[in-house]
């Protein structure tokens, strides 16, 4: 028992030898990443010092804790229009060296739950590893493997550069990515071509599609509260919204997004979140009343199925429990029909005379031999 415990010991002390060495390894190209002008997640310190609004008390993303949350009745539902890119000009898809980015027409708008009408400008991704779940937000202390944002910016504004130092400048729809059973037939759109921009500053053009699709079904339940900007120049003028449901995609598909791009210096681009931020006495409101639970119990999603962008479910669906529990079914009869045959058969041994009670034996007589 002792060698066991030392054994045991001794792995996990030089796993963490290892971990630590792959971190400095880490840190180092970070620092040389900011020498020439760049800036990292794995040195997220030297933000502070080189932009001024990431040091500041509304920053993003945050850890939301849902017994703190407040319900607010009175949030209006998210509405969008132009979402559906059918047959519209092909999209740009990029690779800038810190995420995964496509670019979206300001035909695309959110037109409900907000005092202004907001124009989209791009979605992108935030991820991890295969050991380090990825997601920005947490909610009470739980990452997610992925999260997307999708970035608007005020309509009363020319453009995103103009609006994004502005207070009222910016308005974020955020959703968790989790990993379900089945491929996203919305997501494999993007993750299909990935490799196309797995350098850094490369792009390519995917044909339009329904982006509607990379969300959840529901837009009705979300947290809400004021942030920043998860990136420098971390600007705090972000009117965030994160959905309570997730999608899913497959492994194989969440694996394309963490092992396939490259950033600076032909490095993986990986574990590109931020850690979470104070809220320092921000309110985080809720459009739902919560039972503090657990994370994104409804009357949509289960411990086992969760609702993905395609009105489909991951997980265990209704034709596979019922599959389950026919076969289940179907072993029992098995077992009955053989435990019955063998109650017989030791019956049927039970009341059987017995051949050879009938049968007279006498010694041989010498005649016979």
């Known amino acids: ?37 760049h800036w990292g997640y794995h040195n997220q310190a030297s933000w502070l010092r080189t932009f001024a609004d990431c040091s500041g008390k509304s920053q993003s993303p945050i850890d939301i804790v849902t017994k703190d949350v407040t319900y607010d009745p009175r949030l209006p539902a998210i509405k ?49 590893n295969t050991k ?4 920005e937000h947490t909610i009470d202390n739980i990452h997610f493997p992925a999260e997307i944002h999708v970035v608007h910016y005020n309509s009363k504004y020319s453009n995103i550069t103009e609006a994004a130092s502005k207070p009222d400048g910016l308005a974020v729809l955020g959703a968790f990515i989790g990993i379900g059973l089945h491929e996203n037939k919305n997501y494999e759109r993007i993750l299909s071509v990935i490799k196309d921009v797995s350098s850094e500053e490369t792009d390519t053009n995917i044909p339009s599609f329904n982006v509607r699709h990379l969300l959840p079904n529901s ?20 009117n965030w919204t994160i959905f309570n449901d997730t999608i899913t995609v497959s492994r194989k598909q969440l694996a394309a997004l963490e092992e396939t791009l490259k950033g600076g210096h032909n490095q993986s681009l990986t574990k590109n979140f931020r850690s979470p931020q104070n809220l320092y006495g921000r309110r985080v409101l809720v459009s ?20 993905t962008a ?11 429990i019922l599959a389950i529990a026919f076969g289940l079914l179907f072993v029992l009869t098995l077992l009955f029909f053989f435990l019955y045959a063998y109650q017989q058969q030791q019956k049927h041994s039970k009341y059987k005379p017995d051949s050879r009670q009938n049968v007279i034996y006498k010694p041989a007589t010498k005649d016979e031999v």
């Open 80 to 128: 969008l229009e132009g979402y559906d890119l059918s047959g519209r000009p092909e999209l740009t898809l990029k690779n800038n060296g810190h995420t995964l980015q496509l670019q979206l027409p300001n035909t695309m708008r959110i037109v409900q739950g907000f005092e202004q009408i907001y124009l989209a400008a791009q979605l992108h991704f935030h991820w991890g």
């Open 288 to 307: 739902f009343p919560t039972s503090n639970s657990g994370y994104g119990r409804s009357s949509e999603t289960d411990n086992y199925s969760t609702t």
């Open 132 to 135: 380090v779940p990825g997601s």
């Open 310 to 320: 395609n009105g489909s479910q991951d997980g265990l669906s209704r034709g596979d």
């Open 1 to 37: 028992m002792l060698l066991e415990l030392f054994v045991t010991l001794l792995l996990i002390h030089s796993q963490v030898l290892g971990d630590s060495s792959s971190e400095e390894d880490e840190d180092e190209h970070e620092k040389s990443s900011s020498n020439s002008g």
């Open 219 to 238: 837009l009705e339940r979300f947290y809400r509260y004021s942030g920043s900007l998860t990136t420098p120049p971390c600007y705090q003028s972000v």
